[in-house]
């Protein structure tokens, strides 16, 4: 049988995984495609660090060229994130007529026109499905399952480091920098866990799944992106004692005739799917104007989950190597990009306000409320000590606009502010 060699940049969590699975499946890896693949070169940071995973008879080196340069090298594996330098050395190599698989959703979601371009002059696949949702195969799913539909709406749980977080915070009463390093030791955060917990990771994901969704080309500006650092576990309580689960969600929508996306925390209903989905996975919801409501889950962060969708694109890649297709993008689906106004999105909101406690303070909010023309289904004031009080509010239907309106005349009272102010979805 021809073998097929294969590249690797990067041999952490991700890297590990998908080296483990290539040797531990290389029959059926076989069967399937028709060649056998081997791991020939493998690219890190530090030659000398201790390996998890063996590298007998593979070359570990510091240095690109080793595979650029390898003429028998004909897939590699991306697996050392970031953008730069992830970008130039995917550029290289696809220059260089490599086929390159990546998980790396941060450079995809930055430059992936850009690549994919490059990959098609070049004759060559660049494919990342693991750049989305770790382990649940999506993106092909959109591609492939979805190609008659107009989706309207996909939306879910896309980050794993911040659910687990959040799950543990909710179900077991962890601290928030305790939960955080259980998820950096296994394996789910970024090297650095910044973008995880500020909703970018998830932001990154919900521009390439806008992509694979709409055929739009959404930038990281236009999109409003809130993490999970400033949910008090006050408001989680409360959240709770009104029958939601807090949830960092990726919200994309199509409304009218333009595009909504946004990364933030929301008030998910006990009875909604994604209330239930716990630890590190990842759920995202399609909703198509055919098919409906449609539900993919699994794990979305990790080692194995996310290498068994890099060998998913391997074994894809394989396949057009043999079959003589390769250079066509992942996605080609393209649409103009509209956003949508403000006005348009509309949503109940749940606010959390911290006021002084005198006499007039629930009047005067109202009075706010009722100004912009909003109301509320649901409002418990706690009292904190002698002079403050916690007031919570789950509102009816708001639209953006009313909501900015209602912050602006907010901060304009010294007694009362604003601590949350988060989307609310029903079951
Ligand atoms: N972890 C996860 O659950 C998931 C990760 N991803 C994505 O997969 C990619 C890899 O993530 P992960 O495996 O967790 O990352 P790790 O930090 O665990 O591993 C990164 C690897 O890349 C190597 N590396 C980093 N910089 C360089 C460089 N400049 N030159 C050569 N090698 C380099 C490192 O070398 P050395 O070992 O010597 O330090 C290391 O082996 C990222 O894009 C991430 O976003 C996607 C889905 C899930
Ligand atoms: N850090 C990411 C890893 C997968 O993309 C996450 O936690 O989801």
Known sequence: METIKIGLVGLGTVGSGVLQMLTQNQAKISNITGRQLDVKTIVVRDINKPRNVSTDNIMLTDDLNQIINDPEIKIVVEVMGGIHPAKEVITALLNAKKHVVTANKDLIASAG?????IAHDNQCDLVYEASVAGGIPILRTIVNSFAADQIMEVKGIVNGTTNYILTQMQHRGW?????LKKAQELGFAESDPTNDVAGIDAA??????SQFSFGVHLSIDDMKIIGIQDIQLEDVKQADSFGYTIKLLGIARRINNGIFAEV????VAKDHPLATINNENNAVMVTGSAVGETLFYGPGAGGLPTANSVLSDIVSVTKNIVLGTTGNSFNNYQH???????????YPYYLSLAMLDVPGQMLKLT???TKIGASFSQIVQT?????SARVVIITHDMSKDQLAQLIAQIAEFKSI??????????N
């Open 264 to 267: 933030a925390p929301v008030l």
């Open 367 to 369: 009075q706010l409320m």
């Open 417 to 426: 502010d604003l601590v949350a102010a988060y989307k609310v979805l029903g």
């Open 336 to 346: 103009e990009t509209n956003l949508v106004t403000p006005e348009d999105v509309v």
């Open 113 to 117: 026109e850009e690549l994919a371009k």
């Open 204 to 209: 990154y994901k919900m521009i390439i799944l």
């Open 383 to 387: 009292k904190q000590d002698d002079q």
């Open 175 to 179: 601290g928030y920098q305790e939960a």
